[in-house]
């Protein structure tokens, strides 16, 4: 009985122990740096804080959703729908939904894939997990509110993807891909309930 226990703990700690597999760059597949260049989104590789420019490309997205969403409803009212058939707030936060569920996927495979060709959990250089994060922060906040909504949204979602109160921090812990992405993915969704305090209060004041 000792021996069988002995063996299992020996098991259990090779397994612990078996560090990730990176994939030699001459071996990687078109699939391989497709994944790498999603989950690092152009800027995971830079020096300094690329988590801060992970959450600096979300917030430059969400703009950039606002802006296509302005276009569609102008084109929409042109072509003789009717502002009432498409309303701003309604669009854009259809079209933010559909940005983070892409995102969020697309980010959740990328990021498995990534963990094994960089060689370790997490990497620093995998950021498409902010860039979600920090998309869902925006998704009750009304357009047009000001820029204090789109500074107080990055300074928020940064201080929970740091901070990791509970249960973000136990996210972590899952496995692949779903452990980068489910972090923040919550840090946003709680950076989002704080917003929708902030803007609420706001409207009331005003």
């Given at each position: 009985?000792?021996?069988?226990?002995?063996?299992?703990?020996?098991?259990?700690?090779?397994?612990?122990?078996?560090?990730?597999?990176?994939?030699?760059?001459?071996?990687?597949?078109?699939?391989?740096?497709?994944?790498?260049?999603?989950?690092?989104?152009?800027?995971?590789?830079?020096?300094?804080?690329?988590?801060?420019?992970?959450?600096?490309?979300?917030?430059?997205?969400?703009?950039?959703?606002?802006?296509?969403?302005?276009?569609?409803?102008?084109?929409?009212?042109?072509?003789?729908?009717?502002?009432?058939a498409l309303p701003f707030q309604q669009?854009?936060?259809?079209?933010?939904?559909?940005?983070?569920?892409?995102?969020?996927?697309?980010g959740t495979w990328a990021a498995t894939?990534?963990?094994?060709?960089?060689?370790?959990?997490?990497?620093?250089?995998?950021?498409?997990?902010?860039?979600?994060?920090?998309?869902?922060?925006?998704?009750?906040?009304?357009?047009?509110?000001?820029?204090?909504?789109?500074?107080?949204?990055?300074?928020?979602?940064?201080?929970?993807?740091?901070?990791?109160?509970?249960?973000?921090?136990?996210?972590?812990?899952?496995?692949?891909?779903?452990?980068?992405?489910?972090?923040?993915?919550?840090?946003?969704?709680?950076?989002?309930?704080?917003?929708?305090?902030?803007?609420?209060?706001y409207l009331l004041i005003n």
């Open positions: 009985m000792a021996r069988t226990k002995e063996t299992s703990d020996s098991i259990e700690q090779a397994v612990v122990e078996t560090p990730h597999i990176v994939v030699p760059p001459r071996r990687r597949t078109a699939g391989d740096y497709a994944a790498v260049a999603l989950a690092t989104c152009g800027v995971g590789y830079m020096p300094v804080a690329p988590g801060t420019w992970g959450a600096g490309l979300g917030v430059g997205l969400y703009l950039a959703l606002g802006t296509v969403t302005s276009w569609v409803v102008v084109n929409a009212a042109t072509a003789g729908l009717g502002r009432a669009t854009l936060t259809a079209l933010l939904l559909v940005a983070i569920i892409l995102v969020s996927l697309g894939r990534a963990e094994k060709l960089l060689g370790r959990k997490d990497p620093g250089a995998v950021v498409v997990d902010e860039v979600a994060g920090q998309l869902i922060t925006f998704l009750f906040v009304p357009w047009g509110m000001g820029a204090w909504t789109i500074a107080a949204g990055f300074i928020l979602f940064r201080i929970f993807d740091i901070w990791k109160p509970y249960p973000i921090n136990r996210l972590e812990a899952l496995p692949s891909g779903l452990g980068v992405m489910a972090d923040d993915v919550l840090a946003g969704a709680y950076a989002a309930a704080v917003m929708s305090l902030l803007t609420t209060a």
